[in-house]
C-alpha cells in the first residue's frame, strides 16, 4: 500500500486498505458503517468582476501605485482594502478614498515551506499589515526577508514591526502588484 500525508479523518492507519480506483477504506467508526475516502482534485477556470470598491482600488495599484481606503462616514474606521459598505456599520462608505501607507504595522503573518499549484516556490510569507492611516489591514506576500531560517524570518516579522509597500514593475491590476518588505 503507498503511503499517503497524514489527515485526519477514517481510512489511515494499519487497518487502512486500499480500493480500485485509488480510495481508502478504513475500519467503521462507533455506531456507523465503513467510510470510504476517494480522491479527487479539481481545476476550476473562470472570471469573476471584481466589483466597484475592488475594481478601482486594483485600479490605483495599477495605476498610481497607491494604497487607498474607504472611510465610513458612521464609525469613522478607514477601511482597507476598500469596501462599499462599513461591516461593523451596515452603512455605505464613502466614495471620498484617502490614501493610506506607504508604511504600516504587522499585525499577523506567516510563512510555508510546502509547495500549494498557483503558488511561488517555497517558503515564502505573507503578512498582514495595518497601513499608516488605516484602522483595518490588508494581507501580502512578504520580500525583503530570507524565509529559510524560521527562527530569524519570524523574529524579522514581529507583530508590531515596520513594512513598507514595493510595488511590482509589472503591475497588472491585481492584489500581487505590491508586497510588504521590512521598512
Known amino acids: 500500500m503507498s503511503r499517503r500525508p497524514e489527515t485526519a479523518g477514517v481510512g489511515q492507519g494499519p487497518d487502512a486498505t486500499e480500493e480500485p480506483g485509488g480510495g481508502r477504506a478504513g475500519p467503521a467508526e462507533a455506531g456507523q458503517g465503513e467510510r470510504v475516502v476517494l480522491p479527487g482534485a479539481w481545476h476550476l477556470e473562470f472570471e469573476h ?6 475594481s478601482r482600488f486594483l485600479v490605483g495599484l495599477r495605476d498610481e501605485q ?9 464609525c469613522r474606521r ?3 482594502p476598500p469596501r462599499n459598505f462599513c461591516e461593523d456599520c451596515f452603512v455605505p462608505t464613502s466614495d471620498d478614498w484617502v490614501e493610506v501607507g506607504p508604511e ?7 510563512f510555508t515551506y510546502a509547495r500549494f499549484a498557483g503558488y511561488a516556490d517555497p517558503p515564502y ?3 498582514y499589515v495595518r497601513p499608516d492611516g488605516a484602522t483595518t ?3 501580502n506576500f512578504v520580500t525583503g ?3 529559510t531560517d524560521p527562527a530569524a524570518a519570524a523574529a524579522r516579522l514581529a507583530i508590531g514591526t515596520r513594512m513598507r509597500v514595493v510595488f511590482r514593475p509589472d503591475r497588472a491590476a491585481r492584489i500581487t502588484d ?4 521590512p521598512a
Do not use: K, M, N, Y
Open 178 to 181: 505590491f508586497t510588504w518588505t
Open 137 to 139: 489591514a490588508i494581507a
Open 125 to 127: 510569507g505573507v503578512a
Open 49 to 54: 468582476a471584481a466589483g466597484r470598491a475592488a
Open 145 to 147: 526577508v530570507d524565509f
Open 66 to 74: 497607491v494604497l487607498r481606503a474607504s472611510p465610513c462616514p458612521s
Open 78 to 80: 478607514v477601511l482597507v
Open 104 to 110: 504600516g504595522v504587522v499585525e499577523s503573518f506567516t
